[in-house]
């Protein structure tokens, strides 16, 4: 018989007491239930993290985007470092998201006179939208167009015309 979850047999009486097999394999089953409750929870709650991430990612670049276009540049600023610091923490360092932010701050210092800032954005930016998308994509082509432009503003005429021409053909083949 047992009391208490524990055999009370002659053979048992005097001996370490041994719990009821039944009731261990109820707290065995108990505690793989817990365990799966537990990592569901943790997945869960892993999920609305990353989408509270990529809201947050959403609202910085609105704002940026605001903000430049109202002239308030060093606020911009601000944002689009913060923007681009949550996109390559959320998204994978090659997502068009994190190209997006590369070229936000990319235009700004271009529009600052800030060239040797601007530059290097804009190249990582035409390398992870080529690589996402493939080197014929509207972004790509828009891309092009920015680096162009800077391009002109410094002196480097050349590679200006190498990039429209790459635009243009992009776009015509759309």
């Known amino acids: 018989s047992y009391v208490n979850g524990y055999s009370l047999s ?9 719990q009821n097999p039944t009731k261990e394999k109820e707290n065995w089953k ?3 239930l817990l365990m799966a409750l537990l990592i569901v929870l943790l997945i869960i709650s892993f999920a609305i993290a990353a989408h509270a991430q990529k809201e947050l990612w ?13 002239g308030q540049y060093t606020e911009a ?8 610091t949550i996109a390559e923490k959320t998204f994978e360092p090659d997502h068009p998201n994190v190209a ?14 800030r060239y040797d800032e601007s530059e290097p ?26 680096m162009a432009g800077l391009y002109r503003q410094i002196g480097k005429e050349d590679e200006a015309e190498n990039l429209e021409a790459r635009a243009r053909k992009i776009r015509s083949n759309l």
């Open 10 to 18: 002659n053979e048992n009486l005097g001996a370490k007491h041994v």
């Open 121 to 146: 954005l804009f190249k990582r930016a035409l390398a992870i939208y080529e690589k996402a998308f493939g080197k014929n994509h509207p972004d790509v082509a828009t891309t092009c167009d920015s």
């Open 77 to 84: 600023e601000h944002v689009g470092k913060k923007e681009l």
């Open 100 to 113: 997006q932010s590369l070229n936000n701050l990319a235009l700004l210092y271009q529009t600052q006179g």
């Open 58 to 70: 959403r609202e910085l670049d609105r704002r940026f985007r605001m903000l430049y276009e109202e």
């Open 30 to 32: 108990m505690k793989v």
